[in-house]
């Protein structure tokens, strides 16, 4: 038994069982149903039989499922900065996170189009707990990270991860996805945990991080939604945390989350890669000693990287104009915009809730406050 066999994705040897065992299920129905309207379910089920490899489940299957949900709940996808990316070489895309399952499955689908190395993918094992759910991740090249773990298990857990993390990267020549950190973000204000830094520093000699940080080629990621297809799922978290509340999930939260993220309409969509962060890490090993400050400043400067270039729509400066009652970037915007902004606003919020109204503004209008201490960002 591999150490990793706890947390990894299928090997191309047991993708053909997997795809068995989950071939009559109806959730692959309603996906296969899905991707492919027009096909009968013998023929995508002869097709899925003959799948030996990740790569080919998921340029043949995942790929085309992804391009239908755009097709259906966006406007489409556009894309910056993946030409400056070696098409052989292998990194650490560290992201905001927005969509439980999208925000790295559009990742894999702009690294495919650009020819350059797709991911394996970190998802929390809360988000897998069902049998099906479980076994199409693993055959999507995702990687669990542990959730909910006692101190000491967790510390061995991040170590198993960190080290896993390493492998694929500097012995797999396999890019790895992790979000800046755990959870997605809920109010629009987007921020690089230390923790997921610190995690992945454990792969390394204690005394060498920077250089190890080099080694793996960080690149940061900005992912944004002009409308967030769960944005009314969070309010009542949004809620209760300004409350001081200690706020307790539904049973079925997250999948109804799931589903919610990838069916709910979103509009445009735009991923942004920055360059690797080299000569940043270079400058944070020699102007700072304290390896904790080191990690501190490395997950500052994650979230610059992201902020800066987080792409803001009309939708983002609407609610800031609203939020604050001004109309300070109305040039950014159409009245049209407002008032389909507005509309949405009416049918997700209650209005009589002015605390829910204002986290929902708000949500929209932290990038654009983040973006402001940028200059010339905006």
Known sequence: MS?????????DSEVNEGINSILHHPMMKAMMNFTYPDLDESDWKEQLKKTHSIRDFQINFI???????????????????????????????????????????????????????????AIGDNLVKKDFLLKLSKLNRNFLVQRNLPPRELLHSSKLMSEYIGQLLLRENRSVWIAQREGRTKDGNDATHQGVIKMLAMGSDENLVMDYFKKI???PVSISYEYDPTDALKMPQLIAEANNEIY?????????????????????????????LDQEIDQIKSSIDNS?????????????????????????????????????????????????????????????NPMATESFLSMYANPVVNKMKYENAL
């Open 3 to 11: 150490k990793f066999d706890s947390i990894r994705p299928y090997y």
């Open 63 to 121: 790929y085309e499922s992804v391009q239908k949900v755009l097709e259906r709940s966006s406007d489409g996808l556009t894309t910056s900065g993946f030409d400056q990316l070696d098409k052989n070489t292998s990194y650490l895309f560290i992201s905001n996170h927005r969509d439980i399952i999208l925000d790295t499955s559009l990742l894999n689908v702009s690294l495919y189009d650009h020819q350059l190395i797709m991911t394996a993918s």
């Open 217 to 219: 080629k960080i690149v």
């Open 248 to 276: 307790i999930k539904e049973k079925n939260e997250d999948f109804i989350t799931l589903l919610s993220g990838i069916m709910g309409q979103k509009k445009r969509i735009h991923i942004h890669v920055a360059g690797v």
């Open 292 to 352: 904790n400050k080191q990690i501190q400043a490395l997950a500052q400067t994650i979230d610059d990287a992201i902020l800066s270039t987080y792409k803001l729509w009309p939708t983002n400066f609407i609610a800031y104009d609203l939020l604050h009652n001004t109309n300070r970037f109305s040039t950014h915007y159409t009245e049209n915009e407002k008032m389909l902004f507005e509309r949405r606003l009416e049918m997700k919020i209650d209005a009589a």
